[in-house]
């Protein structure tokens, strides 16, 4: 700018004044960790892969999840999605549904046909995992992606596990199950069904294994004594669930009594009724609130008519009846008997207390600590016996298919870097992304998106998918709810607030600079940033 | 089966940009091309209002009118702090004169252009509320009733910044600045006093007049851009927070105007001929107390104790404002 | 080719052909008729290519003018009296930012009390507000000195200020011969300015500047004003050369060769002069007139030439400086320091008091005979003088 001033003089840019140095402070962008990335247990990147779905790239949203996580299409309807208790959004309307835009990935890539190529070279190793449930498919699923060669045994004829033979199709239809396994069979993952490995030092030796990956689930049922009557029907649940998954339903009755209170027993009061139980009762010796089932389960299992009883033992069963103990909490919370006593009718009574792990595989493995009734591993999944890793339910877990996914994970990680001896990087944790950094202001009203569901009536009669999916245009609606805590979503608040200029943008994906020249320090760019992802630090001497 | 309306981007258009819109369709200064009228270096203080807001307006002007712009500046902060000898910030051709004559330089200009021939290049005069409402004032009206070619801008800061926070005829009541001192029964500015440019401005019955925030971008460059569709004069108060008048926190500027906004203390409208056509509805009402808290010019209300009775005169202006402009009908 | 016309109107004439882009007005008697006049030349579309704009006060006017000039355009506007001053802060604005704005300022008292006469109070005080003053002695001179006037303005980038006598000149229907347009064409081109308001090229213009160079803005007005002291003679030849007629541009000498007393006066009050000193040369006396065309920049050495062989000099102030005495003499005492000269200073005319041949018969008699007192008011009613001080000299 090289013009008169004034009568004569020039003035020059005022770019030559550095205003930079009236700062104190200095705005500095940060990635915090969000909410839901936290409570996954498999460890997604939420966050990333929603932002994806915001701008309709629905295959890059689902490899993001991929990196993570090889089953978003069972996810998407098993998962109990801790990310959504998390949420932030909670706090201002209603969690984001991230569920349902997994299962929408999961679907559509299911649908589309995508597959996830193996780029790693050849490890030239060899790795031997036992059981085909979500921990070991994940596991081999990791270290497939890693160029190891993977081979999975599993006692049962299909693959799946506690996927297949513990969750009602009505909740997991099996030809989304079947295709998820596939696409990682395609991958290069071998699969040896009914398979039973017993003696794993020798299957180890013969097949030339350099570690293994144990993830046999927990698929003993936990007997309790009941006193019974000879004529008592008496079944476990895990078996129900198994005879129902391979089409050979059992004869329960018309009125059948479930023990237990987690998401096993809703499964069981819930197939029941729709293997033709006019009473479906749900005998529990707690409250409501301290049930292990989800919320969602039990209030699902209650639109559909299963009763539940609380506070309630049961003292006997017969031909026909039960006879149920009243209960109530003592101080510490714990269930005592009050001697009141109800009789009730029962045709059969399914008993869903608990599952226990076969540890027989790991009998005779030198270094391996069993305790609590399950298998004890280090933080890097591995046994006390060199090279052999173990995960899922079979280790202390919250026993969810998305807890055993993580495992399958981690382990493929530690395996991995085991065989290449190094130790794996554990990538730094950001402080989380709260709700107090966020500036909601900025975020779009709007209620979450409600998942189509088969109306009650006709869930009794069927086992079609209780949940529908979300079609295209309310998934995204759905992504873009995503607040995207404490990450940067080029919202351009930044840029467009900063009364000097100071703030560059980068383009597109690029996100932001600042100009520190010219920036003073005033804090409306941390002030204003809808995700929390600036913050000021001090400025540096 | 749930229906959800489809159309919904995250951030709608409360955020400056949103990569989720068409570019077409997104905010000038998300623009990586935006004009940066008034460009880095100036000395306005941390956290200055005026200074974006100026940034704002001209740069949506300069996108309205593909850059064939002229800015004629009252004096004041933006004045002092954009041009100290030997720089200056603009990047626009501008003009500064006088405290109170800016829109009848501005009326100059545009009679220029127009005896040239060049009535493409659009005329904007600004100044702040003190060369605005107070000594500008009969230019400005002056301006107005001849309904020439200009769009007149205020930035308004609610005091005399520049001169070390003076009262303007567009002070508050109640508010601390350096005349209307917080000492005696009454402190702060005198209730019952002070103007509403703005709807003098309508009573000029010219094209376009408009308020709006430098908290409500969106809304602020739609205004711009429908002032400069038109011709005549036209007018647009934008409120812009200053954090050494009203003592608030420097990151604070964007909050403030929104609280100015949301407690219903500052309506948003626009006119046309005389008559009110649109309000920007408050989106989530707040007591006036939000807003006035974290303002040291309002100080005095909260401590050694709460002048609630203080307090309950603003708020029945706020009141007053809702009911007069319908802010809380749907947006 | 004369005509008999209105000074008003034809000043209107004269401006209307000078071609000018942006004339903008305020009314104040008794400029009045200069912009009824060229209202109607732009109403009627006799004047095209000018944006005529009804302000709502002298502040405006000047600031309209301003902004039309930085915008590139002729510009042009009248005022007098307590327009002037009401416009005073966009004067000095004018002339600091260089602008090349043409004015009227029909010369009148300033209130109070109010009076709406004639006298150069109004000027006089703008003498340090950086424009360029020339004053008019006749209507034919005050016609010329615009077109003049836009010339000087534009080649030099500073604003002009032609005065002519309030009602003396601007009311008096005399003939005057009016530039033919293709002589104004000649003589002044179209305006070329030196920083204009163009998007093509962003400038800023009145930007803020402190101690470090202040002084030195200052100094280049000063300069400025200094080179109109050498331009004004050659463009005032160049004008004469087209119009036939005309002055030197600085100050106009009559009879001074061989005076030993000069009155010294500005504007129409010089005709009198003239007209005196006639019969007092007809008589015998050694008297002459030197009339100050061009009152800032002060032309000191055009002066000291013309005064040099005078023993004593009168200076006919229109207009007086309270509690200290004459403007003009002021600067011509300066001007003429370490000379013999005897200096008298009379002030005459104010509020449009007739300045008779008579009352200057005498007072030249008194100065011939240094009878004069340093300063004199011209027909002062000593009467009423002592009634409003209760008889107090």
């Known amino acids: 700018m090289n013009t008169p001033f004034a009568i004569t003089l020039r003035v020059g840019s005022s770019l030559a004044n550095k205003t930079g140095a009236w700062r104190t402070e200095r705005p500095v962008y940060v990635d915090r960790m969000p909410p839901c990335n936290d409570a996954c247990p498999a460890g997604e990147n939420v966050q990333r892969w929603l932002y994806h779905a915001e701008e309709a790239g629905y295959q890059e949203a689902w490899r993001q999840i991929m990196a993570d996580n090889p089953f978003p299409a069972v996810m998407g309807r098993v998962c109990y999605h801790p990310c959504q208790t998390a949420c932030n959004r909670a706090q201002l309307d209603e969690s984001v549904g991230i569920n349902a835009v997994e299962r929408f990935l999961g679907d559509e890539a299911i649908r589309r046909g995508w597959t996830v190529p193996v780029t790693a070279p050849p490890a030239g190793t060899r790795v031997l995992v036992v059981g085909a449930g979500p921990s070991g498919l994940s596991a081999a699923y990791h270290l497939r992606l890693r160029g190891h060669e993977v081979t999975v045994r599993d006692a049962g004829e299909r693959a799946g596990g506690m996927m297949r033979y513990g969750i009602p199709v009505y909740r997991l239809p099996r030809e989304v199950l079947d295709a998820e396994v596939a696409r990682i069979e395609a991958m290069g993952v071998r699969l040896e069904l009914g398979h039973p490995v017993t003696d794993l030092a020798a299957e180890m030796r013969d097949g030339h294994f350099d570690a293994a990956f144990l993830g046999i689930g927990a698929q003993l049922s936990h007997r309790t004594y009941l006193p019974a009557g000879d004529s008592a029907r008496i079944l476990d649940a895990l078996s129900v669930l198994r005879t129902i998954a391979d089409g050979e339903p059992p004869r329960l009755g018309r009125r059948v009594v479930v023990y237990g209170g987690g998401n096993t027993a809703m499964d069981v009061a819930r197939s029941a009724r729709r293997l033709g139980a006019t009473e479906a009762l749900v005998v529990y010796r707690r409250t409501r609130d301290r049930m292990p089932a989800q919320p969602s389960e039990v209030a699902e299992a209650e639109e559909e008519g299963v009763q539940m009883r609380w506070l309630s033992t049961i003292a006997h069963a017969g031909r026909g009846s039960i006879t149920v103990e009243k209960m109530r909490l003592d101080d510490t919370g714990y269930p005592q008997p009050t001697g009141e006593l109800e009789e009730l009718a029962a045709d059969s009574v399914v008993l869903a207390i608990g599952q226990d792990v076969d540890r027989s595989i790991v009998d005779g493995l030198a270094g391996v600590e069993v305790r609590d009734g399950v298998v004890q591993v280090g933080p890097d999944m591995m046994t006390g016996h060199a090279g052999v890793f173990a995960g899922g339910d079979m280790v202390p877990s919250d026993r969810t298919v998305t807890t055993a996914i993580g495992h399958g994970k981690r382990a493929a990680r530690h395996i991995d870097a085991w065989l290449r001896g190094a130790r794996p990087a554990r990538p730094p944790r950001p402080p989380l992304a709260t709700f107090d950094r966020l500036n909601t202001w900025y975020y779009s009203d709007a209620p979450a998106t409600v998942r189509p569901r088969l109306e009650p009536a006709r869930r009794v009669s069927t086992f079609d998918e209780v949940t529908g999916g979300l079609g295209e245009s309310t998934a995204l609606y759905e992504a873009r709810r995503c607040l995207s805590c404490g990450n940067c979503f080029e919202c351009d608040n930044c840029y467009g607030m900063c009364p000097d200029n100071a703030i560059v943008k980068l383009g597109p994906g690029k996100r932001f600079a600042i100009d520190y020249d010219y920036c003073k320090g005033c804090g409306i760019c941390v002030a204003e940033c809808p995700a929390g992802a600036i913050e000021m630090v001090p400025e540096p001497r | ?331 | 080719m004369l005509s008999q016309i209105e000074g008003s109107r034809a000043v209107a004439e004269a401006v209307a052909r000078c071609r000018p882009q942006v004339i903008c007005a305020y009314p104040i008697s008794p400029q009045t008729h200069i912009v009824e006049a060229l209202s109607a030349l732009v109403k009627s579309g006799r004047l095209t290519g000018c944006e005529y704009v009804n302000v709502e006060s002298e502040f405006a006017a000047m600031s309209v003018a301003i902004g039309a000039s930085a915008a590139g355009a002729r510009a042009y506007t009248a005022t007098a009296s307590q327009g002037l001053l009401y416009m005073v802060e966009a004067l000095y604005n004018a002339a600091g930012l260089g602008l090349p704005i043409v004015m009227t300022v029909a010369n009148r008292a300033i209130g109070a009390p109010i009076n709406i006469w004639n006298d150069h109070s109004d000027t006089m005080s703008q003498r340090d507000s950086g424009w360029i003053q020339l004053y008019a002695e006749s209507n034919q001179d005050a016609v010329d000195l615009h077109v003049l006037a836009f010339r000087l303005a534009e080649e030099l980038s500073t604003p002009v200020m032609v005065c002519m006598d309030g009602f003396v000149l601007t009311h008096a229907v005399e003939p005057v011969d009016l530039p033919d347009p293709s002589q104004v064409d000649a003589f002044l081109p179209a305006l070329r300015p030196r920083q204009v308001l163009d998007p093509a090229e962003p400038v800023s213009i009145g930007a803020m500047v402190g101690p470090e160079a202040f002084t030195e803005v200052r100094y280049l007005a000063h300069l400025t004003q200094l080179r109109a002291l050498d331009r004004i003679p050659v463009l005032a030849r160049e004008l004469r050369d087209v119009l036939g007629r005309g002055g030197t541009g600085l100050v106009d000498p009559y009879r001074c060769e061989d005076a030993e007393t000069v009155v010294v006066a500005l504007g129409s009050v010089l005709g009198t002069l003239k007209d005196t000193v006639d019969e007092l040369r007809a008589e015998g006396v050694a008297v002459g007139v030197l009339g100050v065309t061009t009152f800032r920049p002060f032309p000191a050495d055009a002066l000291r030439e013309a005064l040099r062989r005078a023993r004593r000099v009168v200076v006919l102030e229109r207009a007086f400086a309270v509690g200290v005495g004459g403007v003009v003499s002021a600067d011509i005492a300066a001007a003429m320091a370490g000379t013999p000269q005897r200096h008298y200073t009379v002030v005459a005319g104010l509020g449009g008091r007739p300045v008779t041949r008579d009352s200057l018969r005498s007072m030249i008699a008194d100065a011939a005979a240094d009878q004069l007192a340093p300063l004199t008011f011209l027909d002062l009613d000593h009467d009423l003088v002592r009634q409003a001080t209760g008889g107090q000299p």
């Open chain 2, 1 to 331: 089966m749930t229906v959800q309306r489809v159309k919904f981007y995250q951030t709608g258009s409360f955020a400056v940009g949103n990569r989720l819109l068409d570019p077409a369709q997104r905010s000038t200064q998300a623009r990586m091309d935006r004009a940066n009228s008034i460009t880095s270096g100036h000395r306005a203080c941390q956290g200055c209002g005026e200074a974006l807001a100026a940034r704002y307006v001209l740069d949506a002007a300069s996108r309205a009118t593909d850059g064939q712009l002229v800015v004629v500046n009252a004096t004041g902060c933006l004045e002092v702090f954009s041009t100290p000898y030997p720089e200056s910030a603009w990047r626009v051709p501008w003009l500064h004169s006088l405290f109170g004559n800016a829109p009848a330089v501005a009326s100059g200009v545009a009679a220029a252009l127009r005896a040239r021939g060049r009535t493409e290049i659009r005329v904007i005069g600004q100044g702040g509320d003190g060369g605005t409402v107070d000594i500008g004032f009969g230019a400005l009206s002056g301006m107005f009733e001849r309904n020439d070619d200009v769009l007149y801008v205020c930035y308004d800061n609610q005091a005399y910044m520049n001169t070390g926070v003076q009262r303007s005829g567009a002070t508050p009541p109640a508010a601390r600045t350096a005349t209307t001192p917080a000492v005696g029964p009454q402190p702060g500015n005198t209730f019952g006093q002070g103007k509403s440019a703005p709807l003098v401005a309508m009573a000029h019955e010219i094209p376009y007049v408009a308020t709006a925030t430098v908290a409500g971008l969106r809304d602020l460059e739609a205004k711009v851009f429908r002032a400069m569709q038109l011709r005549g004069a036209r007018y647009l108060h934008v409120l812009v927070p200053c954090p050494l008048g009203w003592g608030s926190g420097t990151g604070e500027t964007i909050r403030l105007g929104r609280l100015a906004v949301e407690t219903g203390l500052f309506p948003v409208f626009e006119a046309e001929r005389g008559e009110v056509v649109a309000v920007t509805p408050i989106r989530r009402r707040l007591p006036v107390e939000e807003y006035l808290r974290p303002q040291r010019r309002y100080a005095h209300l909260f401590d050694p104790a709460v002048r609630s009775d203080v307090i309950e005169r603003l708020q029945a202006m706020a009141d007053r404002n809702v009911r007069r402009f319908h802010l809380e009908g749907k947006r």
